[in-house]
């Protein structure tokens, strides 16, 4: 009697185990997502995020663009200067996506309309395989020339770095962009410009 009530008692207990380990585990693997804005700012880490590059792109290139530099280059042409984007270096402790702000430049750049922007080098080859593509099928009436692309008069270049600062679990993390517009045919630096971001993150301690 004694043994079936402990066998009983063992296959309860194991039930409940396993009951509390699904619950436990439906718990953890729940899911929930908010959509935001955008535009909102989430400095969830405090890393390097989506609106430190479009914040430094939308002042940088406003900035840039309202230097001597470009309205002397329009009254001795007579028209605004052609830009491209090229490298843009990572030189921060961080994994960045510089690809996400050399976009947000192109995109400033572009809508200035105080400049034409022209597409960067690995656009360009997609863009004349295209036209190698017209030559031979698309109509004669249709077909793009080659020869015939936008040389650029300025390249903007520039790198991001960082420098950080921790102890106690708190960290100090300042980054620092460097452009340059750079002359083509010249390699004269037109214009030099900096911007400069400082984060505090605070990690708070959970005492058991």
Request: net charge neutral; with cysteine.
């Amino acid at each position: 009697m004694q043994e079936t009530w402990m066998a009983g008692w063992r296959i309860g207990a194991t039930l409940t185990l396993i009951a509390l380990s699904l619950w436990l585990g439906g718990c953890g693997a729940e899911t929930r997502v908010t959509r935001v804005d955008p535009g909102v700012v989430t400095d969830l880490s405090g890393r390097w995020n989506d609106t430190d590059s479009r914040q430094v792109a939308e002042e940088m290139v406003n900035q840039a663009l309202s230097y001597p530099w470009l309205e002397n280059f329009i009254k001795a042409k007579n028209r605004p200067p052609v830009v491209i984007v090229g490298t843009i270096l990572n030189r921060s402790h961080e994994h960045i996506n510089v690809q996400t702000f050399v976009q947000d430049l192109a995109r400033e750049l572009t809508n200035s309309q105080k400049v034409t922007f022209v597409a960067g080098k690995g656009e360009r080859e997609e863009i004349r395989e295209e036209r190698r593509e017209q030559a031979v099928h698309a109509r004669e009436d249709t077909q793009k020339s080659p020869g015939r692309e936008l040389g650029a008069d300025y390249m903007l270049k520039g790198s991001i770095s960082t420098i950080l600062d921790e102890t106690d679990g708190v960290k100090a993390v300042f980054y620092q962009v460097d452009l340059e517009m750079i002359d083509l045919e010249s390699n004269v630096k037109s214009w030099f410009g900096q911007k400069k971001i400082k984060k505090v993150i605070e990690r708070k301690r959970t005492v058991f």
